[in-house]
């Protein structure tokens, strides 16, 4: 075996053990809760790519043509001679949009999934070819380190998606601060952020009529069947997600059908009819509560971007 076959095994042993601890804590806990990341295994990250492209999930969408009619904006607010560092960069689609329209003297992926960034990196080193391209395999949330810039290069940060609605408010925070952190005092965040609406609309983007957002959380089920030796029968259950206005969050679970008994990693695990298990919180925020939050991290809204139907929003942070 070569030294890279050697690594891949290692990270792989290394990413199983953690998915096996934190299963078997999650079951053993009241309530019963696995941790979102844990979807976004192969076949997850799929499935969420299909998701984005559903009629009811508004979200991907709407904020891309939000950064399409705004980058020259967003360039304008940043200025020449940036890095721009984005956080959780996936595939960097949207983040083209930026990279076409800044003046950037390096851009930056962050994301926790070796497999994604490389296949990013190459493709964007043979589109924008004259651009520094330095990707960071790291978990956005605890990362510490970036690359070495000049001092004259001003960092902005990139985190679309709303993905910092997974996050609970305190986790959003220690986000922000890290962020705020990481760029420094003269950096700047670009946000995207999924914004409160009426119910239904928000039911129907996480209980779509094909069914894939199902397929995405019922997945977690197929990996701990297949990483963990687990004995799941998917038609025993079934996916549930709903808005908790009070919470103004949508909250996702897997919920058993019936009573029944399950082995995971080798403990059994019972199931009474109707109990759930807790995978995914999408918070939605409004801009009052988004203003309050970033501004305990020591951000500024600066500008922000909607749509027509205000469903979405892209903020530029400045720093305070
Ligand atoms: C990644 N994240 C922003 C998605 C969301 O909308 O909260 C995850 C998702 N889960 C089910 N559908 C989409």
């Known amino acids: 075996m070569n030294g890279f076959v050697l690594e891949l095994d290692r990270v792989q042993t290394a990413d199983r053990e953690q998915f096996r601890c934190a299963v078997l804590a999650g079951l053993a806990h009241r309530p019963r809760a696995i941790p979102a990341k844990f979807l976004y295994d192969a076949r997850g990250s799929a499935l969420f790519d299909k998701i984005c492209e559903l009629p009811e ?47 950037l003297a390096l851009y930056a992926p962050i994301d926790i999934s070796r497999e994604h960034l490389d296949s990013s990196t190459a493709r964007l080193r043979r589109d924008y070819p004259s651009l520094p391209i330095e990707a960071v395999c790291a978990d956005y949330m605890s990362i510490a380190d970036l690359p070495q810039l000049a001092p004259s290069v001003r960092r902005v940060g990139f985190f679309p998606g709303s993905s910092i609605g997974n996050l609970e408010p305190h986790e959003a925070l220690a986000f922000f601060r890290n962020a705020r952190d990481l760029l420094g005092d003269k950096g700047a965040l670009v946000l995207g952020v999924d914004l409160k609406k009426d119910f239904a609309r928000l039911h129907a983007a996480y209980n779509d009529s094909a069914g894939v957002t199902a397929a995405f959380t019922l997945n977690l089920l197929r990996r701990m069947n297949r990483e963990l030796q687990g004995t799941f029968n998917l038609d025993r259950f079934r996916h549930e997600a709903f808005y908790n206005p009070v919470e103004g969050r949508i909250e996702i679970y897997f919920r058993s059908l019936s009573n029944q008994s399950v082995n995971v990693a080798g403990q059994a695990f019972t199931f009474t009819a109707g109990e759930r298990v807790h995978t995914e919180y999408s918070y939605k925020y409004d801009v009052p509560q988004l203003e309050s939050l970033v501004r305990q991290a020591g951000f500024r809204l600066e500008r922000l971007w909607t749509d027509p139907e205000r469903l979405f929003a892209v903020a530029y942070l400045a720093l305070a």
């Open 57 to 103: 999930y508004y979200l991907t969408r709407t904020e891309t043509e939000i950064l399409r009619d705004h980058a020259a904006d967003i360039a304008a607010l940043a200025g020449p001679d940036r890095a721009l560092l984005e956080f959780g960069s996936g595939s960097s689609v949207k983040s083209r949009l930026l990279l076409d329209a800044m003046d």
